[in-house]
């Protein structure tokens, strides 16, 4: 079994921010977790005063940790707006620039998963800021329907890695939907890493990891948000994320991205 790293975008900057309720929903989140014991004051704290940060990436520093480990993961970006994503594509396009030069691999964070002519503006407004031919996307929020997939593959994307089970009872295979490869989503750190317990995101993980393998999962498909590569805001989540990079190393687990998976499935 081999796995595969992936990260959304979700944001770049806090002031692409100011019209939407980002942090308002950020401070009652954090401020409940407080109350309940789940996260410090001085966590807290940060979050209240992340809205003053000069970015809210973490692409720098989590390519940076994705290299030390040899891991060649792959960054999705928005193309439009929606659901507290708000940040313009044109400013995408230096990020964009910036993870390939760093040579690792970029797609698109899709908003539009049912109208085909939206679906086709994301796909080609990726193709012209990165310059990328092939490539491929997950959607924001993971929706999609039971035609998404197929406008996929007729707009022409190389895979989709946005089918996510989130009771985790099922772990499926990847497989073929017209000439575009689907990966299904097996971890995604959100719903893996809940009120901020570490220790249990660590077992369910080790136990799904587990099940997948005894089952046969070709690729393992593995979703953090680069966001949380925060010691600051997100201690428990940069822990997790790390914690699964080593787990993965001391399992002999090796890494792959989803256009070099494809490139052997081509051939198998």
């Given at each position: 079994m081999k796995i595969i790293i992936s990260h959304d975008i979700d944001h770049l900057y806090p002031s692409d921010h100011l019209k939407d309720l980002i942090f308002p929903k950020l401070w009652i989140r954090s401020l409940g977790k407080l109350l309940k014991g789940e996260i410090s004051f001085k966590i807290f704290l940060h979050r209240l005063l992340s809205i003053f940060s000069k970015r809210l990436?973490?692409?720098?520093?989590?390519?940076?940790?994705?290299?030390?480990?040899?891991?060649?993961?792959?960054?999705?970006?928005?193309?439009?707006?929606?659901?507290?994503?708000?940040?313009?594509?044109?400013k995408a396009k230096k990020w964009i620039r910036f993870v390939l030069d760093s040579g690792v691999?970029?797609?698109?964070?899709?908003?539009?998963?049912?109208?085909?002519?939206?679906?086709?503006?994301?796909?080609?407004?990726?193709?012209?800021?990165?310059?990328?031919?092939?490539?491929?996307?997950?959607?924001?929020?993971?929706?999609?329907?039971?035609?998404?997939?197929?406008?996929?593959?007729?707009?022409?994307?190389?895979?989709?890695?946005s089918q996510f089970n989130k009771k985790e009872t099922e772990l499926k295979n990847v497989y073929k939907v017209g000439s575009m490869w689907e990966f299904p989503l097996h971890i995604m750190d959100d719903y893996i890493l809940k009120n901020g317990r570490l220790d249990a995101a660590v077992s369910t993980t080790e136990e799904i990891v587990k099940k997948a393998e005894k089952e046969g999962i070709e690729y393992f498909s593995f979703l953090f948000h680069d966001f949380y590569y925060n010691d600051k805001t997100y201690p428990q989540n940069k822990a997790y994320y790390e914690w699964f990079v080593d787990f993965c190393k001391q399992n002999n687990f090796g890494f792959i991205s989803y256009k070099q998976a494809v490139e052997e499935l081509k051939i198998k």
């Amino acid at each position: 079994m081999k796995i595969i790293i992936s990260h959304d975008i979700d944001h770049l900057y806090p002031s692409d921010h100011l019209k939407d309720l980002i942090f308002p929903k950020l401070w009652i989140r954090s401020l409940g977790k407080l109350l309940k014991g789940e996260i410090s004051f001085k966590i807290f704290l940060h979050r209240l005063l992340s809205i003053f940060s000069k970015r809210l990436n973490r692409i720098p520093e989590i390519v940076a940790f994705n290299k030390t480990n040899n891991i060649p993961a792959t960054f999705f970006f928005g193309m439009a707006n929606g659901l507290g994503m708000s940040y313009q594509p044109e400013k995408a396009k230096k990020w964009i620039r910036f993870v390939l030069d760093s040579g690792v691999d970029a797609g698109v964070h899709g908003i539009d998963f049912k109208c085909l002519q939206n679906i086709n503006n994301e796909f080609n407004l990726f193709k012209q800021l990165s310059g990328l031919s092939e490539f491929g996307i997950r959607t924001h929020y993971v929706r999609y329907d039971s035609d998404t997939f197929m406008k996929f593959a007729e707009t022409g994307y190389l895979f989709d890695c946005s089918q996510f089970n989130k009771k985790e009872t099922e772990l499926k295979n990847v497989y073929k939907v017209g000439s575009m490869w689907e990966f299904p989503l097996h971890i995604m750190d959100d719903y893996i890493l809940k009120n901020g317990r570490l220790d249990a995101a660590v077992s369910t993980t080790e136990e799904i990891v587990k099940k997948a393998e005894k089952e046969g999962i070709e690729y393992f498909s593995f979703l953090f948000h680069d966001f949380y590569y925060n010691d600051k805001t997100y201690p428990q989540n940069k822990a997790y994320y790390e914690w699964f990079v080593d787990f993965c190393k001391q399992n002999n687990f090796g890494f792959i991205s989803y256009k070099q998976a494809v490139e052997e499935l081509k051939i198998k």
